[in-house]
């Protein structure tokens, strides 16, 4: 069972936070540089030099903020349920903390979504909002990410606010399936998806790029801020161990 | 793996799937609810109350837009199988046009008119610069195909 072993070194080595506050120093510069290369160019690229929709004209390039910001609030609720659930099952400390670390990143980004969402249906749709399912659903993971952090703010022990949030979390991933499909299984105002995974994609390639540069900055982004967020949830929950005394003295 | 750990393995698989088939459970009791809006099939078929409020969602049926006096306007939505007629009198979205698809929110009065108190454009998924709309309406084919 040489590949259980490995499995089990790597889960003590990542499972100490002196490890990870390490390793994640060294990571930095990377995710910030990588941010500096593809938001960066990516914002400006889909914001300024795009063409423009023949129907929407304009408007439509909220999509190179909206459309970035829809995937991290969802894929963000995943991390966040998945290290939960390490953190309960395994009684992981660092899993827990990179938990409770993602929720506020995840829900300004759910937030970002659902705002430049209603800018954006005012002139395309008329409407600022309506209850149909995409957006009811979306406006749910937002409740989500705030249950999970005022559960967090509302238990002073660290290991049952973790429990007690991270089950939220898990019972949580229901709504990501209803909200990725709601466009396919109801009728409802918002459209399908036009980034489509298995078949070509419904919007030109010109389009395409630097969405698809801005998608990728955004991510780098939440990774950039996870993992900060991450580090001073690690000197504040160790701040009792030698090596973050030794670390704040430096 | 230790059997505590296995045992709280098995919890959360437990909540994952239970809290699971509820919701699916819920979302099959309230298909029909969770709609936004009634297709012209089902206006056909008088599924919709008469007197509530309610919404109808269709494309915008090429030459069937009928200016009346002032800001009042009919037209057809099909959803390529019936058609319903709405009668509206206010600002039409900028979207607004032959062949889109729009949503009208208003109600059906006793003598079965369906009269609209708001319209709001539908977009679809699909995003392309004016050239490229332009070429391939050229080369002979409908938008999108």
Redesign the interface.
């Known amino acids: 069972m040489s590949l259980w072993d490995s499995i089990t070194r790597l889960y003590h080595k990542f499972g100490s936070p002196k490890y990870f506050y390490e390793l994640s120093g060294k990571l930095l510069p990377w995710f910030l540089g990588l941010t500096v290369l593809t938001l960066i160019p990516g914002v400006i690229w889909g914001l300024g030099f795009a063409p423009i929709d023949e129907e929407q004209g304009h408007s439509y390039r909220i999509i190179f903020i909206h459309v970035p910001s829809a995937s991290i609030a969802m894929g963000g609720y995943v991390m966040m349920a998945v290290a939960s659930a390490i953190g309960i099952i395994w009684k992981m400390k660092m899993a827990e903390m990179v938990a409770k670390a993602i929720a506020p990143i995840g829900a300004s980004f759910t937030f970002l979504c659902l705002v430049t969402g209603a800018i954006w249906g005012k002139p395309t749709w008329n409407t600022w909002w309506v209850w149909d399912a995409r957006l009811t659903s979306m406006l749910v993971l937002l409740f989500l990410y705030i249950g999970f952090i005022a559960l967090q703010n509302a238990i002073e022990n660290p290991a049952s606010a973790a429990k007690a949030s991270g089950i939220l979390a898990i019972v949580g991933v229901v709504n990501l399936p209803i909200i990725k499909y709601s466009v396919n299984w109801w009728n409802t105002l918002h459209q399908p998806a036009t980034l489509k995974i298995t078949e070509s994609s419904a919007i030109d390639p010109s389009m395409l790029y630097p969405l698809l540069l801005s998608i990728t900055g955004f991510y780098c982004l939440f990774g950039l801020l996870v993992l900060l967020a991450t580090r001073n949830e690690v000197l504040t929950r160790e701040q009792r161990s030698r090596w973050v005394q030794q670390e704040v003295m430096k | 793996m230790n059997p505590k750990?296995k045992q709280?393995?098995f919890i959360?698989l437990g909540?994952?799937t239970g809290?699971?088939i509820a919701?699916a459970m819920i979302?099959v009791a309230l298909?029909e609810n969770?709609?936004?809006?009634f297709?012209p099939s089902q206006m056909a078929a008088g599924e919709a109350p008469v007197g509530k409020s309610i919404r109808v969602?269709g494309l915008v049926v090429e030459g069937s837009v009928n200016r009346g006096d002032g800001l009042t306007l009919s037209f057809d939505v099909t959803d390529k199988a019936e058609k319903t007629t709405i009668y509206f009198d206010g600002i039409?979205?900028?979207?607004f046009r032959e062949g889109q698809g729009i949503?009208a929110l208003g109600k059906v009065e006793d003598n079965g008119r369906f009269v609209a108190e708001?319209?709001?454009?539908?977009?679809?998924?699909?995003?392309?610069?004016?050239?490229?709309?332009d070429a391939i309406e050229k080369a002979g084919h409908p938008k999108?195909v």
Do not use: C, W
């Open positions: 750990r709280r393995l959360i909540i994952v809290v699971s919701a979302g298909k969770i709609n936004l809006f297709t969602g039409l979205p900028d979207l949503i708001e319209v709001l454009a539908k977009h679809d998924e699909e995003y392309m610069p004016p050239e490229v709309k999108g």
